[in-house]
């Protein structure tokens, strides 16, 4: 019964790759875990469980991240600039040199992106 409640966050730790991934239900709660690829998978995934009702009393975690030193890949939407990517992931809009920084291998023009483009975020501090 859990499983089918959660299946959107199950569904979205496939999606984002979590390894060494186990589920089962035992004694009113659902147990998963796995290991994340970044931290920004990790938040994305605890999102996912806080969005459901009661999950304080249904859910237990244990997801791991994996070694990184970047917080994780970002797909560029529309309207998106490195600033305003910047200011949501990093808490600050002046960080969006690190992130050119770290696609240059994308990104020839802190000024230029294009939607669907996948940018490495820096680690946050």
């Known amino acids: 019964m859990l499983r089918k409640k959660y299946q959107d966050v199950l569904d979205l ?11 089962e239900e035992v004694d009113d709660k659902l147990k998963f875990g796995g290991v994340a690829q970044y931290q920004y998978d990790f938040d994305r995934l605890w ?3 806080k969005a459901h009702d009661n999950w304080e009393k ?3 975690a244990e997801i791991k991240v994996a070694p990184s030193d970047i ?6 939407r529309p ?15 002046m960080r969006y040199m690190e992130i050119f920084e770290l ?3 994308i990104l020839t ?6 939607v669907g483009q996948k ?4 680690a946050k501090k």
């Open 13 to 23: 730790g496939e999606e984002l790759g979590v390894r060494d991934g186990f589920v």
């Open 47 to 49: 999102d996912a469980i």
């Open 58 to 60: 249904e859910i237990w």
């Open 71 to 76: 917080y994780g890949i970002y797909e560029v």
């Open 79 to 93: 309207g998106d600039s490195l600033s305003k990517i910047s200011k949501l992931h990093c808490g600050d809009p």
């Open 103 to 105: 696609n240059k291998d």
């Open 109 to 114: 023009n802190p000024d230029v992106i294009k």
């Open 119 to 122: 940018l490495k975020l820096p």
